[in-house]
Each structure stands twice: as C-alpha cells, then as structure tokens.
C-alpha cells in the first residue's frame, strides 16, 4: 500500500478515511462531518476525550474531583493515584475502552475485517519466507492483534507477521520450528525491558539515510528470495549472493507452470492496485461535485475490489490449481495440508532455551532492535498522519508483550506490518479494538478452512510477497540528498550495500557503526572560525561543544594561531599574537578533558605572556575552571571582550616598552661632545633617552676629570 493514503489531520469514522489529494483513499460515507455523527460535535468530543489516554491529562473529569492530586501527600491518596496513573499508562485501554460506542465499533469492524481477509494470505507467505512451515503465519497472526489491544497507543497499527522479521527469522533459525518460536520470547523480554526503562531514544540512533538504505535493500532480498518460488525451482537460497549465483546456475530448473502462474498474479495484482488508486479518486471527484450518487457506490465498491486483490489472487490461483488437479499430479508447487485448530499453550520455549541460550541472547536481541525499529516507525509515521500522540516507550511494551505471549501459542517474532497498518488507517478504524476483528478472523479461518489452502500455488505467495515490499525499494532518496548534504548519500549507499550483501542483522549494526564514525569525525574535527582582530587580537569560535573528542582539535588550532607568524596564518593586521579570545557561546558541553586542556592552553598562554579571554561561557564551566586553578577573564559580547582584550595589549605594550627604555644602556665616546656655555670644554652627548637627570652626578664626575 502507498503511505499517503489519508488526509492531514483527518480522523475516519465509518468506511474510510478522508484523504488529502492521495487518489489511494476514498471519502467516508455517509455522515458529511469529518468524524461523522450529525454534525452536532458530539463525536468529536469523544474522539478527543478517548485521545487522551496519549497524554498525562486524565478523560474523565470525576477522577480529579474525586481523588485530587495532593504534592504533599507522602502517601496514601497520593500513592494510590500514582499507582493508577502507572497502570493507566502501561495499559491504555483502561483509557479509551469506558468512551467506546456503536459508532467507533462500526469503523473498527470495517476495517478490523478488511486487514483479516488481508493478513491471512499473507502471513501465510511470510511464514513460508521465514522457511517455517505455512500455519505458523497464521498464529503469528492472531496473538499479536488480540495483544495489542491492551498494550498499543496506536489506534492504526496492526501487529503480525512482517516480511523482514520473517527474513531475519528465517536467517537465524533455519527452519527450527522450536529455535524461532523462543526467538519470540527472547526478542519480547529484550523489547519491554527497553520499554520499561524508557529507552524509546534508543531508535534515533539510526539516521534516515540509514533507515531508507536499509529498507531498500531488505526489500531487494526478500524480493530476491521470493524468486525461486515464483520460477518453480525448488532448492533455491535465500542469502542474495546465492540467489545471482542461481540465476546463472538454475535456469534451466524454471518451471513454465509456476513461472506463467506468477507472473499472472503480479499482473493481476497490478491492475487491482491501479483499480484502487482510481477508484479512490473517482469517488472523492463524485463526491465533491455530485455528493453521494449512485455512482459513488460504484467507486467505493470498486475501491473494496482493489482492496481485497491478495486474497482475490490468492483464491483465483487455488481454485486454478484445484481444476488442473488430475490424475493426483500438480502442475505447480503447492502449500499442501496445514493443521487445523489453534495450538495449545506450551512452555517448549524454556526447553529450548536450556539447550541455545548463547545463540538465542544474540539473536533475540538483532531481532528486537530490528523489529523496535519497523514498529516505532510505522507508528510514528501514522500519528503524525492522523495527528495523534503515541507513547515510544509503550509501544516497546505492547510490542514485547505481544511476542511474550505469540510464544507460548506457537507464534515466531511479530512487529507492526505498514502494509496492513496502512489499509487500518485508510479502512475508518477508530480504535485498538479494529484488531480483534482482525484476529477472530484468522482463529476462524484455523478453525474452519484451513483444507482451502492446500491447493494455494507457492507463486501465488511469491507473487503477494514481492508485490508487497516493491514499494519500499527508493533509489530516489540518494539522489535527493546528494543534492544537499552529500554525507546523506554516503550514508545511504554504506546501509544499502551492507545490508544488501551482508544481510539484515549484520548489515544493520555496520551502518550504525558507521553513522556512529561519522558522529564522533564530526566532533574530532567540529567547526572552528578564526578571525584576525587587529593589534595581534584574534578571536576564536567554537560552534560545537568541547568534549574529550573535540578538545585537541580546538586546542591545536589555537596553538596554530598562536605561535604561526604572519605569512603562514596570513593576518590581515597582526604580525604575532598578543591576545586569544575564545567564544564560548555555542557552548553545549564542557567535560573534564576540555577542563584540564584548556587549563594548559591557559598555562601556555600565561608562560609566553598571551592574553586568554572567554566569551559566554556559562556560570557552571566557570566553577569548573575555578576549581582545578583556572581563572580566565569571562565577557557577555565578543566587542566588548576584543575591547578589553586591546586594553590590556595596549597597557601591556606600554609597561614592556617602559622597562625596555629603563634596562636600555648608554653609550659615550670623546668625540661625541656638546659646547657649554660659558668655557671652553665639551661635555660629551648622551644616546638613548632624556635621563639627565638621572645621569647628572655622573656628568659632574666627568667634568672635573677633564678639569
């Protein structure tokens, strides 16, 4: 599904929602108000009071009255009252489940449904991606949706099977059914440990050129290893590698049944999607100009058709394979028998983890980062959309208790799909109830037709997959940010190459390490502007902070300005320094390192007679200074700090040329005689300064020498 696919600031009530120029929704129907209702602003009021759950404000007003927040209190009401803030905020529904009404479970029905018939040819792909036999996509399908009911603030994401968990999955375990079910747990006790402890910032590590890089190139392998299916070939790798040796190794293996099977189903699934995209906007045409006409019903029925084509291909494909069943022979490669009825409860996962545990701390965690990562973007993406709040840390919670308890039912590692999560949004959900829908229709689908799906072909899988993560491939990022910040590219191609060679998890953690080496470049080398003052003043600026990273850099720079003559720092003015001024107003740390090296520049300033002055430094890095024996003259303005700084260079120039006149010796020789008035002698002249006075006695002696 395409991201824009509902109108800024739009809330759906019934059907779907209303877009904003995106011909990929289509306007609700029935009620003209934007959230439904009569237009009279009652559902408005409650769609905001059950909003408020995502904020520290309370929904209902008789709480405050009845149990007011008392500061003072060391106990009692005051605990009682942040006990249940707590338990309000680790589980939401208690929030928005007392505001629930026909009309909110009139959207959620709608859409809950339509992700049901979604998930369920889907999770049956994923599983077969994830090398696990294809049932499992389906209980990985269902727990998920029930658990997040409870734990999510996101009102659109649904949570299940995903093509890059079941990829990593499908790396790491290796077809041991037993090793991903306890992937699950493991990857959920890392996600609410991270939750719990308010880690949410843990994902800002990864840059945008690094997520779009990533996702890109784990589209491209996914896709990649969906090949082998789509051809009919049989033993076909997964690892991308692999899979352009087999291009050129396997060719002769294509199997034209499957291969024409396939490719018919991507094409179908084409025209489906483009029948949506028109539809959408045809309708939302007829609606603004006709209103509500016949031919709306039309479009928006179509819109639905568009909606529907995995499970359309998915049917059409099986029931093709089930009229060319004769003679018990298969003309393509089949899903086979699935068991029917839901798993019981098991604790396998502790037995297996007796036996694997190194292996599956390190797997459990790439798998927990990776899928923190696709839910919290997925969620972020649709709250901005649909302008709501969600909780980042929360939303670790629901994720981890959503793979805790998949495990015990015989679920592998789930996360928020942005495909589905996409249909939600553009289907009217209102709540986190649309996921109960979602998943009464998989436990129905287990319990009553799983012998439908034996005749479902594997190209037909292959194709919904593929169809599905195409649209995450963006070659157009990277030329976009070369255009601004070169570095952005860089950082792209480092993300896209690795994960695209190396795979998922190992992929990954080489692009952050990567962004991480171009973060501690930045702060080795940080932006340093040096200006000649005039009168041998020069003043520096620092635009970064001083840390044990950046301290040396800034360091040498000063030294470089300090001892450099004029032809090689290229002064305008001065022929040597006399005064440095630091501006510390772009300040933003200041560390013990930065402390004791600005306490030598100090100490090698004072030893050559340099004046050290500072500009903005803060309050509390003055206290440090003064602690470890620093003292350095601060000012408020760089003017007035170069103004002061010429004083005192001026003052300094004249004390030095005083002292030098005073030390200076004097020099006589015979020739060098005056006339004196009144006699014949000469009295020899006196280099350098007007000191007569103080070489008076030694003139008397000379005179009566020569006398």
Same mark, same amino acid.
């Given at each position: 599904m395409s991201e824009g696919d509902t109108g800024e600031g739009a809330t759906p009530t019934r059907g779907i929602a209303t877009p904003s120029g995106d011909p990929g929704a289509l306007p609700p129907l029935g009620d003209e108000g934007a959230r439904g209702g009569d237009g009279s602003g009652d559902d408005v009021k409650d769609e905001v009071a059950s909003s408020n759950y995502l904020t520290n404000a309370s929904p209902y007003p008789g709480d405050e009255? &009845?149990?007011?927040?008392?500061?003072?209190?060391?106990?009692?009401?005051?605990?009682?009252?942040?006990?249940?803030?707590?338990?309000?905020?680790?589980?939401?529904?208690?929030?928005?489940?007392?505001?629930?009404?026909?009309?909110?479970?009139?959207?959620?029905?709608?859409?809950?449904?339509?992700?049901?018939?979604?998930?369920?040819?889907?999770?049956?792909?994923?599983?077969i991606t994830a090398n696990l036999p294809a049932v499992y996509g389906l209980y990985a399908s269902y727990v998920g949706a029930f658990t997040y009911i409870f734990f999510g603030t996101s009102k659109d994401v649904t949570v299940g099977p995903t093509s890059i968990m079941s990829s990593l999955v499908a790396s790491t375990a290796n077809g041991d059914v037993y090793y991903a079910i306890c992937l699950s747990f493991v990857a959920g006790v890392y996600m609410v440990i991270l939750g719990m402890l308010e880690f949410g910032w843990v994902m800002w590590l990864l840059s945008y050129p690094t997520l779009s890089g990533f996702t890109s190139a784990a589209a491209i392998r996914i896709a990649a290893s969906e090949l082998g299916d789509l051809f009919?070939?049989?033993?076909?790798?997964?690892?991308?590698?692999?899979?352009?040796?087999?291009?050129?190794?396997?060719?002769?293996?294509?199997?034209?049944?499957?291969?024409?099977?396939?490719?018919?189903?991507?094409?179908?699934?084409?025209?489906?999607?483009?029948?949506?995209?028109?539809? &959408? &906007?045809?309708?939302?045409?007829?609606?603004?100009?006709?209103?509500?006409?016949?031919?709306?019903?039309?479009?928006?029925?179509?819109?639905?058709?568009?909606l529907m084509r995995n499970i359309i291909v998915v049917v059409g494909a099986s029931i093709v394979a089930y009229a060319l069943y004769i003679d018990d022979t298969h003309p393509f490669y089949i899903v086979g028998k699935i068991q029917a009825g839901l798993p019981g409860f098991s604790f396998i996962v502790f037995k297996t983890f007796e036996t694997q545990w190194s292996s599956l701390l390190i797997d459990g965690l790439i798998i927990a980062l990776i899928g923190l990562l696709e839910g919290l973007v997925i969620a972020q993406s649709f709250s901005k959309k649909n302008k709501y709040e969600i909780n980042q840390s929360q939303e670790m919670v629901a994720l981890g208790m959503c793979n805790i308890f998949g495990s015990f039912l015989w679920s592998y590692p789930v996360t928020g799909s942005f495909s589905r999560s996409s249909v939600n949004s553009e289907s009217g959900v209102r709540t986190q109830f649309g996921g109960f829908w979602t998943g009464l229709l998989v436990v129905l689908c287990l319990l009553f037709l799983t012998s439908l799906f034996y005749f479902i072909p594997l190209a037909a899988l292959a194709a919904v997959i593929i169809f599905a993560v195409i649209f995450m491939i963006n070659f157009c990022i990277p030329i976009e940010m070369w255009k601004s910040r070169k570095m952005g590219t860089v950082s792209w191609v480092v993300s896209f190459t690795a994960v695209l060679l190396l795979g998922i998890e190992y992929g990954i953690c080489v692009a952050v390490v990567f962004d991480l080496i171009l973060?501690?470049?930045?702060?080795?080398?940080?932006?340093?502007?040096?200006?000649?003052?005039?009168?041998?003043?020069?003043?520096?600026?620092?635009?970064?902070?001083?840390?044990?990273?950046?301290?040396?850099?800034?360091?040498t720079k000063v030294e470089e300005a300090l001892y450099w003559e004029r032809k090689r720092f290229l002064f305008s003015h001065s022929s040597s320094v006399l005064a440095i001024v630091i501006d510390c107003s772009k300040l933003s740390e200041l560390d013990i390192t930065a402390l004791e090296n600005l306490k030598c520049l100090w100490e090698d300033c004072k030893s050559e007679g340099v004046i050290l002055l500072t500009v903005g430094l803060l309050y509390e890095y003055q206290e440090d200074l003064e602690a470890i024996g620093v003292i350095i003259p601060n000012f408020n303005d760089s003017t007035e700090a170069v103004a002061s700084a010429k004083r005192e260079v001026n003052i300094s120039l004249a004390i030095r040329n005083r002292m030098e006149s005073r030390i200076q010796p004097s020099y006589r020789t015979f020739d060098d005689v005056t006339p004196m008035s009144g006699g014949d002698k000469d009295v020899p002249a006196v280099e350098g300064p007007d000191n007569t006075n103080d070489n008076q006695t030694e003139e008397d002696d000379y005179q009566s020498t020569h006398s």
């Open positions: 009255e &009845a149990e007011p927040h008392d500061d003072s209190c060391p106990g009692g009401l005051c605990q009682k009252r942040c006990i249940k803030d707590y338990g309000k905020k680790r589980l939401p529904v208690v929030t928005w489940a007392p505001q629930y009404d026909s009309e909110k479970g009139k959207g959620d029905l709608i859409a809950g449904s339509t992700v049901g018939l979604m998930v369920i040819p889907q999770g049956l792909a994923y599983a009919g070939i049989s033993d076909w790798d997964s690892d991308f590698v692999d899979v352009v040796y087999d291009c050129f190794t396997k060719y002769n293996q294509i199997r034209w049944t499957d291969t024409v099977m396939g490719f018919t189903c991507l094409l179908i699934l084409l025209l489906l999607w483009l029948l949506q995209k028109l539809s &959408a &906007a045809k309708g939302l045409e007829e609606l603004q100009t006709q209103g509500q006409t016949w031919r709306f019903y039309v479009w928006r029925t179509l819109w639905y058709v568009g973060v501690i470049a930045a702060n080795l080398h940080p932006t340093i502007h040096v200006h000649d003052m005039g009168d041998g003043i020069i003043l520096v600026e620092v635009d970064s902070g001083l840390n044990y990273l950046s301290i040396n850099f800034v360091r």
